[in-house]
Structures are given as structure tokens and as C-alpha cells.
T-cell receptor, first 113, second 116 residues
Framework: LAKTTQPISMDSYEGQEVNITCSHNNIATNDYITWYQQFPSQGPRFIIQGYKTKVTNEVASLFIPADRKSSTLSLPRVSLSDTAVYYCLVDKIPGAGSYQLTFGKGTKLSVIP | DGGITQSPKYLFRKEGQNVTLSCEQNLNHDAMYWYRQDPGQGLRLIYYSQIVNDFQKGDIAEGYSVSREKKESFPLTVTSAQKNPTAFYLC???????????????FGNGTRLTVT
């Protein structure tokens, strides 16, 4: 299973764009990159997923370079409500291997007024 | 609304007692998972099940047991053999198969277990 590395914490002011980078040097061909957000005392929730290049939805963008050894979650114009822990996961498409999904410690984002 | 229900939200037990945490989903998902989260830590996988009557150990299965008798239910028993059972427990599910992409995990809102 591909191991991921993220910064432990980040601070940002309200209204700024925040970029959180995740390293996954041993990502396999069949692996997808998925990001989750977790608020205190709640379960994580899905934010965005990608395989290569760039993906954008109403919440965030995900940038994946050609070598796929890293990915960057971009949150535009953060607000106080974006204060949370963000997890990067790398896992396989269904049928391609183990379903064990391993979470690292994530990045704790603190948005400052 | 479809989702995952974990109950109770808070649970208190005395040391030496077994306790069972409930997880029910009405998403018609095939796979279900149990994670443990300690303060300031990530999620660690305890057990997972891809199909009824089958389950596999995760990274930290010792001291825990599960059953999967119905597709929608995946209860977790924390036994007295678990040395540090106080933690936040999260249940999740995903559908199996798909035409592309990895189906994201859907999580419940967790059960906080305190053992004294």
C-alpha cells in the first residue's frame, strides 16, 4: 500500500487560498488519490478524488503532476468553517487489490480570522 | 436519507467488560469498515468486511471481534483483551465494484468509548 506524507499542521487567514501537499512516492498504477475532511467528533467526509492532472468540484481542486508522486489539495478562499483535519489517501480501484484503506495523521488546518 | 448510523454516541464501561458498538447502513453498500481514532492521531483500521459472513483483520485487530450476518449491519465488540480500549470508533462503508474511480468511504459520526 502506498504510504502518504503530509504536513502535520497549517495556519491560514480567512479569505486566502490554502494548498496542502501530500507525498506518495510509491503510488501504483491502479491507485487513486482521495482527500477527506474531518471535524472534531465527527467522521471524515469525502472532498475530492483524482487519478491524474487536475480535478475541480464545488469545494476544492486537486492537482496531480504527471509522475503522480504527490498531489495538492487547493481550498479557495478559506473561511473559519474550513478549520479541520485533512487526510490524503491512496488506494486501488475496486478489484485491483486489497481494500485496506490506511489513513495517516492528516494535516490540521487552522483558519484565523 | 441514506447513511450510516452508529450508536450510542457515548459509551462508558468498566474495565474487564466486553462492549458492542453498533453500526447500521442503509446505503446498500457491500463493504464495511471499523476504524479507531486516538486523540491527535489518524484513523487505524480494525476490521473490514467485503461481503456478508466474511471479514478480514486490519492493522489493529487484537482485542476486537466483528460479525457480518446482514449486509446492513457490522457490529464491533471490544473485548476485555483490548488493553487500551478508550478511543473514538468510526464505522464506514463503500459499494464494491464500479466503472472507474474509487468509491469514497462514507462514515458514521462515531462512538466515543470510555473504559475506566
Amino acid at each position: 500500500l502506498a504510504k502518504t506524507t503530509q504536513p502535520i499542521s497549517m495556519d491560514s487567514y480567512e479569505g486566502q487560498e490554502v494548498n496542502i501537499t501530500c507525498s506518495h512516492n510509491n503510488i501504483a498504477t491502479n491507485d487513486y488519490i482521495t482527500w477527506y475532511q474531518q471535524f472534531p467528533s465527527q467522521g471524515p467526509r469525502f472532498i475530492i478524488q483524482g487519478y491524474k492532472t487536475k480535478v475541480t468540484n464545488e469545494v476544492a481542486s486537486l492537482f496531480i503532476p504527471a509522475d503522480r508522486k504527490s498531489s495538492t489539495l487547493s481550498l479557495p478562499r478559506v473561511s473559519l468553517s474550513d478549520t479541520a483535519v485533512y487526510y490524503c489517501l491512496v488506494d486501488k480501484i475496486p478489484g485491483a487489490g486489497s481494500y485496506q484503506l490506511t489513513f495517516g495523521k492528516g494535516t490540521k488546518l487552522s483558519v484565523i480570522p | 436519507d441514506g447513511g450510516i448510523t452508529q450508536s450510542p454516541k457515548y459509551l462508558f464501561r468498566k474495565e474487564g467488560q466486553n462492549v458492542t458498538l453498533s453500526c447500521e447502513q442503509n446505503l446498500n453498500h457491500d463493504a464495511m469498515y471499523w476504524y479507531r481514532q486516538d486523540p491527535g492521531q489518524g484513523l487505524r483500521l480494525i476490521y473490514y468486511s467485503q461481503i456478508v459472513n466474511d471479514f478480514q483483520k486490519g492493522d489493529i485487530a487484537e482485542g476486537y471481534s466483528v460479525s457480518r450476518e446482514k449486509k446492513e449491519s457490522f457490529p464491533l465488540t471490544v473485548t476485555s483483551a483490548q488493553k487500551n480500549p478508550t478511543a473514538f470508533y468510526l464505522c464506514a462503508s463503500t459499494p464494491l465494484a464500479g466503472t472507474g474511480g474509487r468509491s469514497p468511504l462514507h462514515f458514521g459520526n462515531g462512538t466515543r468509548l470510555t473504559v475506566t
